[in-house]
Nanobody, 126 residues
């Protein structure tokens, strides 16, 4: 069982930055692929970024390429999403998810994972 707790969301002006964190419980964090999804009001959940369990691979949705960076610190059981140059269309609830040895590209396509956090709100004002 893995529990995920997101933090770092908030209100920011367009062009600003936020760093989201997702703290995971459990001693086998390093074996999980970690992904970030987001869901805006009235829209379907969409993939944002993912990092493999080995940290050797990352994958981004086109919407975040060049602006978002995903990273993980296995010693701290935490995955991060650094978001720069934020736009109003980035406004959403951001969720982190964990999947045991999952393929981040498969996770991106299926929007499914073994474990999910409760989400953190990101609001970007224009």
């Amino acid at each position: 069982q893995v529990q995920l707790v997101e933090s770092g969301g908030g209100l920011v002006q367009a062009g600003g930055s936020l760093r989201l964190s997702c703290a995971a419980s459990g001693r086998t964090f390093s074996g999980y692929a970690m992904v970030w999804f987001r869901q805006a009001p009235g829209k379907e959940r969409e993939f944002v970024a993912g990092i493999s369990w080995s940290s050797l691979s990352t994958y981004y949705a086109d919407s975040g390429k060049g602006r978002f960076t995903i990273s993980r610190d296995n010693a701290k059981n935490t995955v991060y999403l650094q978001m720069n140059s934020l736009k109003p269309e980035d406004t959403a609830v951001y969720y982190c998810a964990a999947d045991w040895h999952g393929s981040i590209r498969d996770l991106a396509a299926s929007s499914s994972a073994d474990y999910w956090g409760q989400g953190t709100q990101v609001t970007v004002s224009s």
